[in-house]
Nanobody, 123 residues
Framework: QLQLVESGGGLVQAGGSLRLSCAASGRTFGSYAMGWFRQAPGKEREFVGTISWSGGSTYYADSVKGRFTISRDNVKNTVYLQMNSLKPEDTAVYYC????????????????WGQGTQVTVSS
């Protein structure tokens, strides 16, 4: 069992930066690939990025590539999402998730989800 808690969301102006954190409980964190997803009002939850269990591989949605960076610290049981050059269209609730599969953008393959943290980007 893995419990995930996101933090770091907030209100930021367009062009600004935020760093989200996702703290995991459980001693098996290092065996999970981790993903970030987001859901804007009235829209489906969409893939943002993912990182392999070792941190050696990352993949991003085209919409965030070059602006967002995922990293992880398996000693601190935490995964991060550094968001730069934020745009109003990045406004959403951001969720972290864990999967025993390889790093994937497939939402249905993630076993554990956090409660989400709100990110609002003003124009």
């Amino acid at each position: 069992q893995l419990q995930l808690v996101e933090s770091g969301g907030g209100l930021v102006q367009a062009g600004g930066s935020l760093r989200l954190s996702c703290a995991a409980s459980g001693r098996t964190f290092g065996s999970y690939a981790m993903g970030w997803f987001r859901q804007a009002p009235g829209k489906e939850r969409e893939f943002v990025g993912t990182i392999s269990w070792s941190g050696g591989s990352t993949y991003y949605a085209d919409s965030v590539k070059g602006r967002f960076t995922i990293s992880r610290d398996n000693v601190k049981n935490t995964v991060y999402l550094q968001m730069n050059s934020l745009k109003p269209e990045d406004t959403a609730v951001y969720y972290c998730a864990a999967t025993r599969a390889t790093a994937t953008m497939a939402r249905e393959l993630y076993d554990y989800w956090g409660q989400g943290t709100q990110v609002t980007v003003s124009s």
